[in-house]
C-alpha cells in the first residue's frame, strides 16, 4: 500500500528555487518509479519529471523544454523521499505539483500512475 505525500510548495519569487519533498511509505518503495507531474488551473495535468528505482529518468522528449535545465529529480531511500528541485522558477511554474508511483518505468502518462499524493500549490508572483 504505497502512499504518498508533497511537501515544500509556497509562494516565492520569480528567480527564486524551492525544493519539493514525496514522501513514500510502502513495500515497492524501493522498487517504484516516482514520476512529478503539475496542474495550473484549467490545463492538463503535466508530466515534469520522472525516476525510476534504478536510478533512471524519463525520457528527455517527454518533458517540456520549458523546465530542461531548471528541475532536478532526485531519490534519497534512506528517507524514503523523493526530491524535486526546481530553479530559475517562472510565473508560468506556478501549479499545483503531485508525485505519483506506478511499478514499471518513467513514462509521461499520467493514467499510467495509480498512487497519487495530494499536491502543493507552487505560486511563483511579485
Known amino acids: 500500500q504505497l502512499q504518498l505525500v508533497e511537501s515544500g510548495g509556497g509562494l516565492v519569487q520569480p528567480g527564486g528555487s524551492l525544493r519539493l519533498s514525496c514522501a513514500a511509505s510502502?513495500?515497492?518503495?524501493?522498487?517504484?518509479?516516482i514520476g512529478w507531474f503539475r496542474q495550473a488551473p484549467g490545463k492538463e495535468r503535466e508530466a515534469v519529471s520522472c525516476?525510476?528505482?534504478?536510478?533512471?529518468?524519463?525520457?528527455?522528449?517527454d518533458y517540456p523544454d520549458s523546465v530542461k535545465g531548471r528541475f532536478t529529480i532526485s531519490r534519497e531511500d534512506a528517507k524514503s523521499t523523493v526530491y524535486l528541485q526546481m530553479n530559475n522558477l517562472k510565473p508560468e511554474d506556478t501549479a499545483t505539483y503531485y508525485c505519483?508511483?506506478?511499478?514499471?518505468?518513467?513514462?509521461?502518462?499520467?493514467?499510467?500512475?495509480?498512487?497519487w499524493g495530494q499536491g502543493t500549490l507552487v505560486t511563483v508572483s511579485s
Open positions: 510502502g513495500v515497492t518503495l524501493r522498487t517504484a518509479t
Open positions: 525516476i525510476d528505482g534504478r536510478g533512471g529518468r524519463g525520457v528527455a522528449t
Open positions: 505519483a508511483a506506478r511499478g514499471g518505468s518513467c513514462v509521461s502518462t499520467a493514467a499510467n500512475y495509480g498512487a
